[in-house]
Structures are given as structure tokens and as C-alpha cells.
């Protein structure tokens, strides 16, 4: 079935910096979908790439998706603290629509 | 509020119990998931139902059983149980259209400890 990989698994950055989660499919993917957890909390949808090559930007966040349709990125410029979840990336799976996410990254932002 | 609401929050059993747990949706979606999330596996899909019918089951032990009666509701049946299935699980619902799915709303999970 479809597979797909995220990295890094963690990552711990300074308030103030760049971080950036990569998320790599085994097979094309009709579309991507990105999700931020809170600690404690459920996930929560942040947005949905389709088209080849996309980007998307809601303020300080930026989405890409490849231009094959494999691959996905999520960079967020001069994190804070508010920024600290796990962010999980999602393709489609078997049944055409239900989604099969990534292991997620989590993010620890320190101020 | 997400729309969808899940319960127990949380949920002790033993090895030998049975027990459910429910999901309702008040979003009008015409798709309802389960997701199971623990340390090892985050977010492992287990059942996916579309209008009433399971179209999708992740080679789940059967002593997990699913059962939907309408769109609106979701109910995962619990049986036997082994101490290695305590996590958190989240039920989720979407609307399904011929261009895939929209976004997942998920409850705020339930979390089941198995003694």
C-alpha cells in the first residue's frame, strides 16, 4: 500500500528559527493534506496541496508540493512558540480517498 | 468544537472486559474513520466507512469491531483486549466527492488503558 515517510522525526529549534518537515511518498499522490497536534490535543487540519508544484503560504507557514507529486515540504520562518505541535502529513490510501498519514514531526520551540 | 464529538475520553478495561466506544458527527460528512494513535504507530487507520459501508479495514485484529447504523454515528466494539492496544483513538469523519476527500475533523480522541 501506499507509504509515506516524514523527517525529521524531531527536531529542537530556538525561537526564532527556520524549521522545515519533509514528508516523501513511495507512490504519486493525487494530494496532500497537513495536519498540526497540539500536545495533549487531536490534529487539526492546516491545509490541502493538489495541483503539481503547488505552493501555498499562510503567513509565517509555506507548503510545497513536488513536482512529481511525490513529495511534500512544510517550512515555517522564525517559529514561536505557539508553533510547538507535531505536524503530520497525509496522502490518500487504498480506497481512494481515506488518508494515510505520515509518522509526523515534532517540533519543541524554545524561547 | 470540532463537530465531532467522542466518547469516553477516557477508558480503563481489563483483558477480559468489553467495552465501546462512540463517535458522533454533526457535520453532515458522509465519511467516518477510526484512527489509532500510540508511540510506535501515530495515526494507524483501522476502518473507514462511506455512507454506512466499511470500504477499507487496515488488517485489524478482530477484537476490534466497527459498526456504523447511520452516517452520524461510529462505534468502535472492544473485546479481549491486550495490554499493547492502550492508545489513543480517534475517530474522524469528512466529505467524500468524486475529487477525493476534504479535510478530516477529528474528536478529541479516546484514551484506553488496557490492564
Known amino acids: 500500500g501506499q507509504q509515506v515517510m516524514q523527517i525529521p522525526q524531531y527536531q529542537h529549534v530556538q525561537e526564532g528559527e527556520d524549521f522545515t518537515t519533509y514528508c516523501n511518498s513511495s507512490?504519486?499522490?493525487?494530494?496532500i493534506q497537513w495536519y498540526k497536534q497540539r500536545p495533549g490535543g487531536h490534529p487539526v487540519f492546516l491545509i490541502q496541496l493538489v495541483k503539481s508544484g503547488e505552493v501555498k503560504k499562510q503567513k509565517r507557514l509555506t507548503f510545497q508540493f513536488g513536482e512529481a507529486k511525490k513529495n511534500s515540504s512544510l517550512h515555517i520562518t522564525a517559529t514561536q512558540t505557539t508553533d510547538v505541535g507535531t505536524y503530520f502529513c497525509a496522502g490518500v490510501s487504498n480506497s481512494g480517498y481515506a488518508l494515510n498519514f505520515g509518522k509526523g514531526t515534532s517540533l519543541l520551540v524554545t524561547p | 468544537e470540532t463537530g465531532v464529538t467522542q466518547t469516553p475520553r477516557h477508558l480503563v478495561m481489563g483483558m477480559t472486559n468489553k467495552k465501546s466506544l462512540k463517535c458522533e458527527q454533526h457535520?453532515?460528512?458522509?465519511?467516518m474513520y477510526w484512527y489509532k494513535q500510540s508511540a510506535k504507530k501515530p495515526l494507524e487507520l483501522m476502518f473507514v466507512?462511506?455512507?454506512?459501508?466499511?470500504?477499507e479495514n487496515n488488517s485489524v485484529p478482530s477484537r476490534f469491531s466497527p459498526e456504523c447504523p447511520n452516517s452520524s454515528h461510529l462505534f468502535l466494539h472492544l473485546h479481549t483486549l491486550q495490554p499493547e492496544d492502550s492508545a489513543l483513538y480517534l475517530c474522524?469523519?469528512?466529505?467524500?466527492?468524486?475529487?477525493?476527500?476534504?479535510?478530516?475533523?477529528f474528536g478529541e480522541g479516546s484514551r484506553l488503558t488496557v490492564l
Open positions: 507512490t504519486t499522490l493525487s494530494n
Open positions: 457535520l453532515g460528512h458522509n465519511a
Open positions: 474522524a469523519s469528512s466529505q467524500v466527492g468524486t475529487a477525493g476527500t476534504g479535510e478530516l475533523f
Open positions: 466507512y462511506n455512507f454506512k459501508e466499511q470500504t
